[in-house]
């Protein structure tokens, strides 16, 4: 009986050892030894084959201060580090030399490739951010007009810190459809594709009262990684319809008495995309189904007719189709396969594919689209009549 | 090193007193055997003496001598 | 005879089959980098090919009911070619568990703690399975259902939670692949997760009764091979092409849950049901190992033996292989070619032998 207690005793005590000295304290970072890292920018540098790295890193104590709460002057919560080195991770350790601590990577909002590395070709500095530990796959991607370090340095209004201000400036991309945002793995996905072209948000900045101000102006193609091409906001638009992913936005078409605009919100949109090779020639049918309602009219002429509504389906259908032909039409200019048409002709045609896939440069222009539009307004938001004096309507 | 001495003699002290004393002696061969061969591992784990994988050996043998294997990518 | 004095209930016994293919939903990582997108019909070829193994598995436990495998490999093949044969299973077992060990590590060097020193999470996780094992397979049985609860509840969570992520075109085309590559697939996952249950025919043993044996064993295998396709298709779902480049495919799927900025950073929750289902499916090994070392020692109980091996496996497993690229390579080839034998001929064999001389005979001999 003794024994048996003695041996629980022992059990207790080993137990309450354990639990002291297995709480895994062995290689723990406390916050105050992290430098959490919330944006990344990537430049080149002046010496060739050396890269300046921007690290946007949070400052703990003035974090937690409410924004706006400007008595003491400028006090930024966060500071941007940058050091030089030969490749990524080499430039991630130099920090340390001006940080003491090690980055932590694990918040990292945003990567910004500036324009000169963009050109160059990405294929050589994206393994980093895909291959690190700590990088997760959802942070966003985008190329700067200019420098990456001046889109990070940006100082927002509304938001503490340029990153997350940049990540919501591209999460807005819902509202207008112009622009998509891309993420490490979707980046990493079109890499991978040997005929699909690569697009990621471009940042550019606008002076304003001697302030820069960011904004996203518009998506940048890649071709195996190196930026080919610019693509604005319609023909953006436009490959959002193929693509199905307009979530949101705004059209315009002039109203069917010509005296005046009408404007639509688009609510949704889908689409549908079926490649076809015939007599060896391959065509895409595109499908596009889209609804809207009428969101703003500027003539006083009362749009909300059966005839009227039929008019300006029309007339934003063609819009819309007009769209997809420029964004088309920019994608044949830069030869550059940003549909992903390629890889919806390698899931229909396998066998055929890989023949193809070998001459992709030639055949893609070749590529012959039949764009089918069904537009449809549901509803006028919540005027039945413009407000207006009209003496036809009787 | 110190960890390896410390929990071998704790694998001892758990085990042999029972086996003894209830004349298990041909439990206490085998313990025995594996205890030994378990240490001289741990020995040349923390000596730093390269151990010979067994799956090594095997891959040879199945690869280079009878040449049964997947095409490689 | 036996050695082991507990015994386990059929539905445990579907518990622990269950459990013990949860296990291996990490390891088709080994053949999403050479199936790719077909992986889901891998998985399903492979359940086909081992069902009929399985059954001669569970036939040849009911007839030599109350016995482990190294008993029936003495009957079968008489005294000194059975603990040959016995030797060759335990040499397997002991290699599996060496590998599913590593398997643990790795999994926290390169994801969860990369700082640490390898041997200290192998010495901690090996300590504690030995431990499991010293408590009896009753034990290990009544906890069954909870880890095979926990970790089913984590793989549908996380297809549930992905689903707007996913895009079902990532499964075209089918048939890309050739052949040759879909047939190691097939034989990766006969292996690893399926052909590994003929540690089973240890434990089957234990049942009190083998009357539903048949159906328990494939409604385990059945949830086992369920949630493996579930695995497979939310990650090629999900990842799509990029599946093949990770190290592993489940963990960055994962790492995408992004919903409504606050159900982020999931990857913990894998961490923690791969670390439970990894432990129940070593202690289960580890416990085959024991209790066939020592059945063929001819020893009164196992439980000498649990600490010295225990030793001796996480030596093993720190030094067989030295990276993660050489494990997988080993894998893929030797691996699974020095266990076909094993798995796949020995027990319908002794089965056809044993309904060939009618054995076993209630008096113990060859053909008396």
Known sequence: MGKKTNFSMMKLILCFFMLLTLAGCLSAREINDLEIVIGMGVDKDEKPGSILLTA???????????????????????????????????????????????LFISHNQAVVFGNDIA????????????????????????????????????????????????????????????????????FASCLMSPTTAQLAPLVSSIPDEGNKDIYVSGMVAFKKGKMVGKLNHDEVRGLLWVLGKVKSGVIIVSSPNGQGKAVLEIIRAKSKVTPEIKDGKIVMHIKIKEESSLSEQTTTENLATDKAFEKIQEASAEVIRQEVMASFDKSKELNADIFGFGEMLHKKYNNEWKTLKNYWD???????????????IIKTDLLKKPASSSEEEK | MIFLLLIYAFILIINVPGLIKRKEWRDLTAFSILYVIAFALGLMYVLDIPIPSPMKGLQHLIVDILGIEYPQG | MSIEKGKI????????????????????????????????????AALAITAPVILSYVVLAKRFAGMNLVQMNDMVYGRFLGKVVSTYYIFFFLMTLSFNIRDVGELYITFLMPDKPFIFLLVVFTAICAYAVTKGIEVLARVSHLFVVTGMFVIISTFILLIDQMDFSNFLPFFELPFIRIFQGIHIVSTIPFGETVAFLMIMGCLNKTEHAVKNTFF?????????????????????????????????????????????????????????????????????????????????????????????????????????????????????????????????????????????????????
């Not at chain 1, 006090?75 to 991770?89: C, L, T």
């Not at chain 3, 296990?23 to 053949?31: A, E, P, R």
Request: aromatic residues 10%; glycine residues 8%; hydrophobic residues 45%.
């Open chain 1, 362 to 376: 030639e055949i893609y222009p070749t590529i012959e689209l039949n764009i089918d539009v069904e537009t449809k």
């Open chain 3, 220 to 368: 385990g295998l059945f949830i086992g091979v369920v949630s493996l396709l579930i695995v497979a298709v939310r990650n090629t779902a999900v990842l799509g092409r990029t599946q093949t480049i990770w190290t592993s495919t489940s963990f960055q799927t994962i790492r995408l849950i992004d919903i409504g900025t606050v159900l982020t950073r999931m990857d913990f929750l894998v961490g923690i049901a791969q670390t439970i289902l990894i432990f129940f499916k070593c202690s289960l090994l580890f416990y085959v190992l024991v209790v066939a070392l020592s059945q063929l020692f001819g020893l009164k109980s196992y439980l000498p033996l649990v600490l010295p091996l225990a030793g001796i496996e996480v030596i093993i497993a720190a030094t067989v292989f030295q990276s993660p690229v050489d494990h997988a390579g080993i894998t893929q080839n030797a691996g699974i070619i020095y266990s076909i034998p094993l798995i796949f001929v020995i027990p319908p064999l002794s089965l056809l032998i044993a309904k060939i001389r009618g054995l076993p005979k209630s008096e113990r001999g060859k053909g008396t």
């Open chain 1, 56 to 102: 946007q890193v949070v400052k703990e104590d003035t974090a937690g201060r409410a924004p706006g709460n400007g008595s003491g002057g400028d006090s930024k919560a966060f500071w941007n580090v940058s050091s030089r080195g030969n490749s990524i991770f080499d430039a991630v350790r130099q920090i340390t030399h001006k940080t003491g601590n090690r």
């Open chain 3, 9 to 44: 209930s059929s539905q445990q016994l579907l518990f622990l089959i269950a459990g013990f293919v949860l296990g291996s939903v990490l390891l088709i990582d080994f053949t999403v980098g050479i199936t790719e997108q077909q992986t889901w019909m891998v998985i399903l």
């Open chain 1, 119 to 186: 050109a160059e070709g990405l294929q050589e500095y994206i393994d980093f951010f895909l291959r690190a530990h700590e990088m997760r796959p959802t942070a966003l991607i985008l190329v700067a007009e200019d420098r990456a370090s001046d889109v990070l340095n940006a100082k927002p209004e509304t938001e503490k810190f340029p990153a997350f201000n940049i990540a919501k400036l591209v999460k807005t991309y819902v509202f207008t459809s112009y622009f998509y945002k891309v993420n490490m793995k979707d």
